[in-house]
């Protein structure tokens, strides 16, 4: 089994993808739309190719449903529906999933070590982003370390706002990240710290930035 990458490594592959993006999405439409305009599916292509750089880079899917990563990352395999009638969890997906490289035997032999879930455009603490965060936690979370292989999640996302906005990112953003730590602080294995790049001022069009809010399981927790 291959080294999986630090973390280090794939937020920041995970920041340059979304900034990639930005750059690529702003060129394409002779730099009269911003990133927020565009589809989701130009963050996940962008950030899976960044994340495909990384020395020994992990497996990168994108889309995987809540099943099969539970599949891939409990002791059971198949006490995942078990598992989300327990934690409240419905069928849904993740926009990237990192699992271990390594010399597959079967279809069934995956293990699955990082949810990422990306958003585009956010500019406001929305009940939505909070769900998300939960359900983030819901997947990491754990009593022991033994029960999952999912080492955290991270919720990555590029946020702009126009020069005629009254609230600026910097305060828009600590009002986002105080609705998420008040998630996670409902689970005592968690901890959870924001990763991003600084704001970027554009003359007279607006400002951006890109970030990455993770969520990880912390054994040492479990002692406290």
């Given at each position: 089994?291959?080294?999986?990458?630090?973390?280090?490594?794939?937020?920041?592959?995970?920041?340059?993808?979304?900034?990639?993006?930005?750059?690529?999405?702003?060129?394409?439409?002779?730099?009269?739309?911003?990133?927020?305009?565009?589809?989701?599916?130009?963050?996940?292509?962008?950030?899976?190719?960044?994340?495909?750089?990384?020395?020994?880079?992990?497996?990168?899917?994108?889309?995987?449903?809540?099943?099969?990563?539970?599949?891939?990352?409990?002791?059971?395999?198949?006490?995942?529906?078990?598992?989300?009638?327990?934690?409240?969890?419905?069928?849904?997906?993740?926009?990237?999933?990192?699992?271990?490289?390594?010399?597959?035997?079967?279809?069934?032999?995956?293990?699955?070590?990082?949810?990422?879930?990306?958003?585009?455009?956010?500019?406001?603490?929305?009940?939505?982003?909070?769900?998300?965060?939960?359900?983030?936690?819901?997947?990491?979370?754990?009593?022991?370390?033994?029960?999952?292989?999912?080492?955290y999640g991270v919720f990555a996302f590029y946020a702009d706002i126009s020069d005629a906005a009254r609230k600026k990112l910097s305060k828009?953003?600590?009002?986002?990240?105080?609705?998420?730590?008040?998630?996670?602080?409902?689970?005592?294995?968690?901890?959870?710290?924001?990763?991003?790049?600084?704001?970027?001022?554009?003359?007279?069009?607006?400002?951006?930035?890109?970030?990455?809010?993770?969520?990880?399981?912390?054994?040492?927790?479990?002692?406290?």
């Amino acid at each position: 089994m291959s080294n999986f990458p630090a973390q280090k490594n794939v937020i920041d592959a995970l920041l340059r993808g979304i900034q990639n993006a930005e750059k690529n999405f702003l060129f394409w439409t002779n730099n009269r739309l911003s990133l927020s305009s565009g589809p989701q599916k130009i963050l996940s292509i962008h950030v899976a190719q960044e994340l495909s750089f990384i020395k020994n880079p992990p497996e990168v899917f994108i889309d995987a449903t809540v099943a099969d990563i539970l599949r891939c990352s409990l002791p059971d395999r198949k006490a995942f529906k078990a598992f989300m009638e327990k934690n409240g969890l419905s069928q849904g997906t993740f926009g990237i999933t990192l699992d271990e490289r390594f010399l597959h035997h079967n279809n069934n032999d995956s293990i699955s070590r990082v949810i990422i879930s990306l958003h585009n455009g956010v500019r406001n603490a929305k009940v939505e982003y909070t769900h998300e965060i939960e359900r983030i936690c819901k997947m990491v979370h754990r009593e022991t370390k033994e029960d999952s292989t999912l080492d955290y999640g991270v919720f990555a996302f590029y946020a702009d706002i126009s020069d005629a906005a009254r609230k600026k990112l910097s305060k828009r953003l600590p009002e986002i990240i105080e609705s998420f730590d008040a998630v996670v602080a409902r689970y005592p294995s968690l901890s959870a710290r924001l990763v991003s790049v600084p704001i970027h001022t554009v003359e007279d069009v607006g400002e951006w930035m890109a970030g990455c809010y993770v969520i990880e399981f912390m054994p040492e927790n479990l002692s406290k």
